[in-house]
């Protein structure tokens, strides 16, 4: 009995110094977890918060000035475009259609979009959007009604200036569009089929510098930022737009093989419509002129080929008859070394010269004949 008694008084004992370790031990633990920090989820490189990823902003400074255009064409001005045959062997759809939807015989009548670039009154749109068309009515966000007066257009770019008798006006404010990237989210704001007006639409930008011969014209200027913002038939010549609500760009055209958007919408840098608007705002009408040259860049292959005594330059294979570089006296086999003092190591150096350039403009080329350099003004003609 004794015995009893001291075995079970050990195991009282044992039983009360374990209780004891256990809550000792598992107070520690907690206040151990307590003062742990705290894992917190953030995005890789930015607060999600702080990003501001929204279009809301941008929309509401931007939608007062994108505007509903309603171009069409008077009777005398149908008669004239019917002795035309229309060219189009694009697969990328005009926004108008006229010459499809009307068969090319009565007046043709569309719509499109526009952006304000100054309070008082000049729009920018796509030449397309008002090409033969002499009665032009734009539409505010507030529902006002003017009519435009058609200041000039650039075939080559696709644009036109506007001009609407009002002040005060909610204008788009400008943005560099060379610093557009790639991947870098954008909105599409215009009037889609004309009866969705002030739709707003978001992408991203999937490339840039696309050419893909789309303007109508034998010479063309086509540098398009490609994004996936939806865009359809009326959104032509409205508003592509970063997260700040600046514009980086002239909405122009879709690839599709429907007629309606298919996952692809091309717009002309802001840079060009800055450029070319100017030139409008000042000049009027934009014929642009041609040096008059075909022939190719030099490699090594031409080059070793030809025997010639330089390796970079524009070897000049034949000249256009008529033109301003025949005129000037540039010859076949001649090699433009320079082009209004800049050098021409190949074609895109001289192209980029004379891409902007006017009917009547001076480049100053510098050619190598018989490995002699010599210097030609050219003066550039209409069309060649």
């Known amino acids: 009995m004794q015995r009893f008694f001291s075995l079970l008084g050990a195991g009282i004992i ?48 931007v939608t007062p000035a994108v505007v509903h255009i309603t171009a069409s064409e008077s009777q005398a001005l149908a008669q004239e475009r019917r002795k035309r045959k229309p060219n189009n062997n694009s697969q990328l759809f ?13 007046p043709r009548e569309g719509t499109g979009s ?12 796509n030449n397309h959007v008002v090409d033969n068309s ?10 006002k009604i003017y009519k435009a007066v058609k200041i000039g257009t650039d075939p080559s770019t696709d644009l036109a200036l506007l001009k609407i008798d009002a002040t005060g006006l909610t204008a788009a404010e400008f943005t560099d569009s060379d610093n557009v990237k790639v991947g870098e989210w954008v909105a599409a704001i215009g009037n ?42 009326g959104n032509s010549g409205g508003a592509l737009v970063n997260l700040d609500g600046k514009l980086v760009g002239i909405n122009t055209a879709i690839a599709t093989p429907t007629g309606v ?30 040096l008059g040259l075909e022939g190719f860049e030099l490699n090594p292959e031409n080059v070793k080929e030809l025997k010639l005594g ?10 256009i008859k008529g033109s301003g570089a025949q005129f000037a006296g540039v010859l076949p086999g001649d090699i433009v070394v320079e082009a209004n003092k800049r050098s021409v190591n190949k074609f895109d150096d001289l192209y980029h010269i004379v891409e902007y350039a006017k009917v009547g403009d001076k480049i100053n080329l510098g050619v190598m004949r018989k490995n002699k350099l010599i210097e030609l003004e050219v003066y550039l003609k209409k069309g060649i």
Do not use: C, M
């Open 114 to 125: 526009g952006v304000i670039i100054s309070s008082d009154g000049y729009i920018v749109t």
């Open 310 to 319: 330089i390796s970079k330059g524009f070897y000049v294979e034949n000249v």
């Open 94 to 106: 005009d926004f108008f259609g006229f010459d499809d939807y009307f068969g090319g015989g009565r």
């Open 192 to 233: 889609p089929f004309s009866y969705l007006e002030s739709t707003v639409t978001a992408g991203i930008v999937s490339a840039k510098g696309r050419d893909l011969d789309i303007i109508k014209g034998k010479y063309n200027i086509e540098e398009f930022i490609q994004t996936d913002a939806a865009i359809n038939p």
């Open 261 to 290: 958007y298919a996952g692809y919408s091309f717009a002309i840098p802001s840079n060009i419509v800055q450029t070319i608007i100017a030139d409008i705002k000042e000049n009027g009408n934009i014929e642009r002129g041609r």
């Open 14 to 61: 044992g039983g009360i110094i374990v209780l004891s370790g256990n809550f000792f031990l598992n107070n520690t633990t907690v206040e151990e977890s307590v003062n742990q920090p705290r894992a917190v989820l953030t995005s890789a490189g930015h607060d999600i918060d702080a990003a501001g990823f929204d279009f809301v902003e941008a929309s509401e400074k």
């Open 134 to 143: 002499d009665i032009i009515n734009v539409a505010l966000t507030d529902k």
